[in-house]
């Protein structure tokens, strides 16, 4: 009986951890409902998401499933264990044309998403998250 306590405390322990992985290294869905467009200079109702996978790419869709932005992820700056704690990393990358550096920042109080991409009058954007998910 012993035993079976303790499989079942590793087993609970296991699937636990399983929800809050590592940022860097994780496949994981962040969902904002309102986002800042530094080019219009405006705060949008609009629910998007991203999608970070792992340190190689990072997309940002709207609610609808389509695709807004692509990028490759060349460098991961940071480490963040848990996305449920508070946290920081960044990423530096590329879209088509651009270099971007997008950095996800959680305190206690929220969680943002900050795009820029540039380097010529950089396009600004900044997410406020509402949720995540590691996918």
Do not use: H
């Amino acid at each position: 009986m012993k035993n079976y306590i303790i499989m079942l405390v590793i087993l609970v322990a296991s699937s636990v951890s399983g929800y809050t992985q590592d940022v860097a290294s994780s496949t994981i869905r962040w969902n904002s409902n309102r986002f800042f467009d530094g080019v219009a200079k405006v705060w949008r109702d609009e629910a998007t998401y991203v999608v970070c996978e792992g340190g190689t790419k990072v997309k940002w869709f709207n609610a609808n499933g389509a695709l807004r932005k692509s990028f490759q992820i060349a460098e991961v700056i940071g480490e963040w264990p848990d996305r449920t704690q508070p946290g920081l990393i960044q990423y530096e990358g590329m879209d088509i044309t651009n270099s971007c550096t997008i950095t996800i920042q959680k305190s206690d109080q929220e969680t943002r998403i900050s795009l820029i991409l540039g380097p010529a009058g950089p396009q600004v954007y900044e997410l406020l998250i509402t949720s995540s998910e590691v996918l």
